[in-house]
């Protein structure tokens, strides 16, 4: 648990009991409580708790809607995310067919199922009979006619509006009336996918995040028709799924992916100022973040974020600059952990990220090209480029209703970010640095950096009334 200031108390504790009489022990034990008590990282965890039970209640739903009952499922791809979703679908003990083009790929996409399965056995979180009744579970099709019992379908193909239009129009025409058609877009327009249905009112979003089986943030994106029932259904799954589900509107990204892009956006810029991935996933980590976002981005892979950027370029004004190291990156093959080398390097089976002496001259042109001198960089400065950007857009979302409240932003970056905890959350943490002070950081990146960082109405309107994010409520 890195970061976290009570687990060493609570070993002190124990060693107390161990070496001093008992009134004494109680004594020590005691001021070791108190002095929990009084760590600010108190607030943050008790937020976090309660922010995850907030997250399940949706202002504006009635209370008498009652979710349409799943009792069978289904997933269209038999890739990573597929394969991740259809077992959280057989860990809950719900029968789900896995859905390929083909029987090669769909037996793929099996056997990734019982290698997963058996990954947890040889560490003895599984038994083999347990193993074998969540695979009898899962059913391996190639025919969306098969799909027609289905009470919700989950469609987790490419990142491609046209290929998930073709998948729409096909469930369109097979799923039974009332069955959920949900997509596991990361970024895409929810209601335009709605659109290639004559039936948008059961059209939601389920966006998983990595490995499915194993995340527990699920974000339950709810379109301009999505119905009452189909949303408090959606909400359902995600509780029989043992997910931590929150509500989020539409808009390029959600609000995950959204903020993340921010963030991911600004510590690229620190390395044409100067820095390091090192340096930057260091300063993260320190932080509490759990993963530096270099690393991160080499987990996912490079070309993911390129398709998005260029995506984002055909709408974004021409005055947005983007940071162009990552495509330097892809341009020469280096895509992450799946080609052996991005931001970092890595041996064949494994992991660990070594130094990619490949990069250095890719940053220097970088620089270059943009007439940058290349400076070091602290710890704060590389802290701050990077949440900053999280709260500020964070209160941009808040603004624009994309999420119900500030705490639900905080339980999606908790738990699917790798947010510390004991930070309460972006947007708690920025509460507790003082949304003055924020502001004021924002500016002066403002007037440094450019329009990325125009400073959010919201944070600008809380920051002048002395009022947090945690305080305000929409139409406030």
Known sequence: MPGLFSPLRCIAAVEAATRLPLAEGLKRERELFTECLNSPQRGALIHSFFAERQAGKIDDLPSDVKPRPIRTAAVIGGGTMGVGIALSFANAG???????????????????????????????????????????????????????????????????????????????????????????????????????????????????????????????????????????????????????????????????????????REAEFLLEEGATPQQVDAALRNFGMAMGPFAMRDLSGLDIGQAIRKRQRATLPAHLDFPTVSDKLCAAGMLGQKTGAGYYRYEPGNRTPQENPDLAPMLEAASREKGIERQALDEQYIVERCIFALVNEGA?????????????????????????????GPMYYADSVGLDKVLARVKELHARCGDWWKPAPLLEKLAAEGRTFTEWQAGQ
């Open 396 to 424: 941009k979302i808040l603004e624009e209703g994309i999420a119900q409240r500030s705490s639900d932003i905080d339980v999606i970056y908790l738990n699917g970010y790798g947010f510390p905890a004991f930070r309460g």
């Open 94 to 264: 719900v029968p789900v067919k896995l859905l390929e083009i083909n029987d090669d790929a769909l037996q793929r996409g099996l056997q990734r199922a019982r290698e997963t399965y058996a990954a947890s056995v040889k560490r003895g979180s599984l038994t083999e009979d347990a193993m074998e009744q969540r695979l009898a579970l899962i059913t391996g099709v190639t025919d969306y006619g098969a799909l027609a019992d289905a009470d919700v379908v989950v469609e987790a193909v490419f990142e491609e509006m046209g290929v998930k239009q073709q998948v729409f129009e096909q469930l369109d025409a097979v799923c039974k009336p009332g069955a959920i058609l949900a997509s596991n877009t990361s970024s895409l327009d929810l209601n335009a996918i709605a659109a290639f249905t004559r039936r948008p009112e059961d059209v939601v979003g389920l966006h998983f995040f990595s490995p499915a089986n194993v995340m527990r943030l699920l974000e339950v994106v709810r379109g301009e028709r999505t119905s009452d029932e189909v949303l408090a259904a959606a909400m359902a799954i995600g509780k029989q799924l043992k997910k931590v589900s929150v509500v989020v509107g539409v808009c390029d990204g959600f609000v995950g992916n959204r903020m993340v892009f921010q963030y991911g």
